[in-house]
């Protein structure tokens, strides 16, 4: 039955995984997997999460199924979170929200959706991106491009070059953009770039997939929100994947939402009614517990400016550690350009290291980073960092 089957090797995360999990040393230092630890290395739990989960276990509900789309103060909690509590979109009535199973279940969604509507439509994801954003498109059925993003001269988002490329795109392309902590580069498009980005994607017919999976680990909540701000200011329809596996550390809760925005009410309607049923046959209602904890953390002010803090002091730690690598790296090597590591944002960096260096990195001195010379800046702390910054530094003299 299943002998025809071709190979289908891991993706190299996955398998450096492997790899750091075989690794004996104690010395060993994981930069590769995308989670946040706090500065005594561990995945923290957070306090208004963990009030929360009380709070809910003491209630004893029964568990009984969860509506396919979330609850409504879930749902509602999610757009303001997107769009600012307040804001005129919010009660026009065009924005349908459905919690997902994380942020990859909301960009499933997002794309089984389209792909039942827009079968010949071809995804554009930058170059480079998160792995799965091209996985996950093809397996939808899409054909998948990648759009120029990220300069290796800079360290930073090359928006001349996207900007060009989309322009040519065949009217009805999908494009998806990292609204913020752009992964796996870091590098963002200024909020300039985005103003001028937004216009073109009506202009030029493109549909907008926003995903946004680091939301208060850039710049804040609100301003790294601010590229869906305005594409909802802007009256296009779009779709937004949310994801608060990192902002909750919610990571195996599997916490996210799709919010799409339609023209007008009665399309919001149609397409939220489809996006229902497209559920209902793949996995029916998603789960009950992650969702409940995130919906009385924004729901409960108390909660809510806890965790607010909580966020700031994450996205504050990790802004120290790029500072501490970039200052010393790039005093050490001026003409590799190290200072970038500051300007980027989120957990994510691209080093610039090349995929040589990135394995002595790994044989020499016991710290996976990927080929690609992504590290994870949210795993670096206080205690491991001159380690970090000393085997970069080694590597790099040759
Ligand atoms: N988008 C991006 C850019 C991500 O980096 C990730 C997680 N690594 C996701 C989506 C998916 O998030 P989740 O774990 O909530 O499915």
């Not at 300069?151 to 999908?174: F, N, Q, V």
């Not at 609204?179 to 907008?208: F, K, Q, S």
């Not at 001026?334 to 610039?352: C, H, L, N, W």
Request: proline share 6%.
């Amino acid at each position: 039955l299943f002998a025809g089957i071709q190979d289908a090797p891991l993706d190299p995360i996955m398998r450096l995984f492997e790899a750091f999990n075989a690794d004996p040393s104690p010395k060993k230092l994981n930069l590769v997997v995308g989670v946040y630890t706090d500065a005594d290395g561990k995945v923290p739990r957070l306090r208004a999460v963990q009030t929360a989960e009380k709070r809910w276990i003491e209630k004893g509900l029964p568990k009984t199924y969860r509506p396919i789309e979330g609850t409504k103060p879930f749902r509602d909690a999610v757009q303001a979170l997107l769009f600012g509590a307040g804001a005129p979109i919010l009660s026009q009535n065009r924005t349908a929200t459905l919690q997902s199973i994380g942020g990859t279940g909301a960009l499933k969604t997002g794309a089984d959706i389209l792909a039942k509507l827009y079968p010949d439509a071809t995804v554009a994801v930058s170059n480079p991106s998160w792995e799965n954003h091209k996985a996950l498109f093809t397996q939808a059925g899409f054909t998948v491009v990648d759009y120029p993003y990220f300069s290796a001269e800079t360290g930073g988002a090359d928006y001349p070059a996207m900007k060009a490329y989309l322009r040519d795109l065949p009217k009805g392309s999908i494009v998806v953009l990292h609204a913020c902590c752009h992964n796996p580069t870091g590098a963002d498009l200024t909020i300039d770039e985005w103003r001028d980005l937004v216009p073109l994607m009506a202009e030029r017919g493109l549909v907008p997939f926003l995903d946004i999976a680091y939301q208060g680990f850039g710049n804040g909540l609100d301003a790294d929100a601010e590229p869906v701000r305005l594409f909802a200011e802007s009256g296009q329809e779009f779709l937004v994947a949310s994801s608060f596996s990192k902002s909750f550390s919610l990571y195996g809760e599997r916490v996210g939402a799709l919010t799409i925005v339609a023209e007008n009410p009665s399309a919001r309607a149609k397409v939220e009614a489809f996006a229902k049923r497209l559920v209902r046959a793949s996995y029916s209602n998603p789960h009950t517990h992650g969702a409940a904890i995130v919906e009385i953390v924004l729901t409960d002010p108390e909660l809510r400016a806890d965790w607010e803090r909580e966020l700031a002091e994450m996205r504050d730690r990790i802004r120290a550690m790029r500072e501490r690598m970039a200052d010393s790296l790039q005093q050490r090597h001026p003409e590799r350009g190290f200072d970038a590591i500051k300007v980027q944002k989120g957990m994510f960096s691209y080093t610039g290291l090349s995929p040589a260096e990135a394995t002595r990195l790994r044989e020499e001195h016991e710290v996976y980073a990927l080929e690609t010379g992504r590290i994870c800046v949210a795993a670096v702390n206080s205690h491991n960092i001159d380690h970090v910054i000393d085997a970069i530094d080694a590597v790099v003299k040759g």
